[in-house]
């Protein structure tokens, strides 16, 4: 699950970098980090919960992907984006109770 998170950070940095695929090359490595992902993903739904893995896949990789903007790009969260965060963040903590 770590590398599929790690993979899909990397792919949303690379992806802001490519400008818009006017840079090819870094937008064709984006979408092979996200290929990468997914893999990975594939490899963590056999041992977890395919709604539960799904949920913290999404998530952490916004949560991570959020943190990241703020330190590369100096992008800050209004409050309504913080809410979401915690929001996805309860929900998942909800589905773990659940399954």
């Known amino acids: 699950m770590a ?6 950070v990397l792919a949303n940095i690379v992806l ?10 870094l937008g064709f490595f ?7 992902a997914f ?12 709604s539960v893995a799904y949920a913290l896949w999404g998530a952490a990789g916004l949560c ?12 800050r969260l209004n409050r309504f984006g913080w809410l979401g965060l915690g929001l996805m ?3 998942i ?3 773990q109770r659940v399954n």
Do not use: H, N, P
């Open 64 to 75: 991570l992907t959020a943190a990241t903007d703020f330190v590369l790009f100096g992008q």
């Open 89 to 91: 963040v309860w929900g």
């Open 30 to 36: 984006a979408l092979a980090c996200i290929m990468a």
């Open 3 to 8: 590398s599929a998170v790690s993979l899909d």
């Open 39 to 50: 893999a990975c993903l594939a490899q963590a739904v056999q041992t977890i919960e395919l």
């Open 16 to 25: 802001k970098y490519s400008d818009g695929f006017r840079r090819r090359g």
């Open 93 to 95: 903590a909800l589905l």
